[in-house]
């Protein structure tokens, strides 16, 4: 490891009875098994708790990582592990995700950005009396990270965005999550466990050996990338495996990655043109 709305939200229950209403449907099926799905819903059914037609439009499945505008930064240094109290509906037709911390409320503020698993969110209740905090799931959100598969109980990894005068202990990681990777090995050596994770190609790019990647918002060093593996791993050593939650993840479950960003710009100037450019007399 290196860097109001309601309350009234429907919490997520597994096992549940046709009386109690459940979220589903809200993202497309994925290889894993996730508590909160999201797709389009073209009308509303007895299964869905949307009164009102809502409908997503998928992103083009061939599209390049972006590189958004950073408004705000995170190190990677978790700063604690909170646990999901409750995920459902809120009143305007979102998802809300409340979370019991705190570290992270002990100075929080409305609009406050906590990242989340790697996921940079915007805070839009708190009770520090109650130590806990609400941040709103947006459908892309849920598409594009492992939040999905939360659950109340689940533990996450948090961290407040950095101040000007905090030490940069991490890597400049922004919380915006790029997509997400399958764990496909976890073995141990001495004290220290490693790691191993299987991306898509086009993330796989990004990934160099001895580079920083974010998993789960934890700032980590990439150890190996086999290419024709498609994946990549790290070492997690005793300290850090008691402060993330990636040790009590199990094969076949999602992580939340962020590359270093710096390779997506490198990139984009080289296509841009830009190195012929300057070249030019």
């Not at 998928?58 to 700063?79: A, W």
């Not at 999905?148 to 005068?165: D, H």
Request: charged share 20%; net charge neutral; aromatic share 6%.
């Amino acid at each position: 490891m290196a860097l109001s709305t309601s309350l009234n939200s429907l919490g997520v229950l597994s096992n549940a009875s046709p009386k109690f209403p459940v979220i589903f449907n809200l993202l497309k099926t994925s290889p894993w098994n996730t508590h909160l799905k999201i797709k389009s819903i073209l009308k509303p059914s007895s299964l869905s708790l949307f009164t009102q037609p809502f409908i997503l439009n998928p992103k083009p499945k061939t599209q390049n990582l972006q590189t958004p505008t950073i408004r705000s930064l995170f190190t990677g240094i978790v700063e604690e592990m909170g646990e999901i109290k409750q995920l459902g509906i809120a009143d305007h037709g979102g998802v809300n995700l409340k979370i019991l911390a705190k570290t992270v409320i002990e100075d929080v503020r409305l609009g406050d950005s906590i990242a989340i698993n790697g996921t940079c969110l915007t805070v839009t209740d708190f009770d520090t009396q109650m130590g806990e905090f609400t941040v709103g799931l947006a459908p892309e959100t849920l598409r594009k990270t492992s939040l999905s598969e939360l659950e109340p109980g689940s533990l996450v990894n948090l961290e407040r965005a950095i101040q000007p005068r905090g030490r940069m202990g991490g890597h400049f990681v922004q919380g915006h999550v790029d997509g997400t990777g399958e764990i496909v090995g976890k073995d141990v050596e001495g004290d220290s466990l490693w790691i191993k994770v299987k991306v898509d190609e086009r993330m796989l790019k990004y990934v160099v050996p001895k580079g920083f990647i974010a998993v789960d918002g934890t700032s980590l060093t990439v150890v190996d990338v086999f290419d024709q593996e498609l994946c990549f791993n790290f070492m997690l050593v005793a300290y850090t495996q008691q402060k993330v939650v990636i040790p009590l993840k199990e094969i076949g479950q999602k992580v939340n990655l962020e590359v270093d960003i710096l390779g997506k710009y490198v990139e984009r100037l080289l296509s841009s043109g830009f190195v012929d450019s300057i070249k030019a007399p």
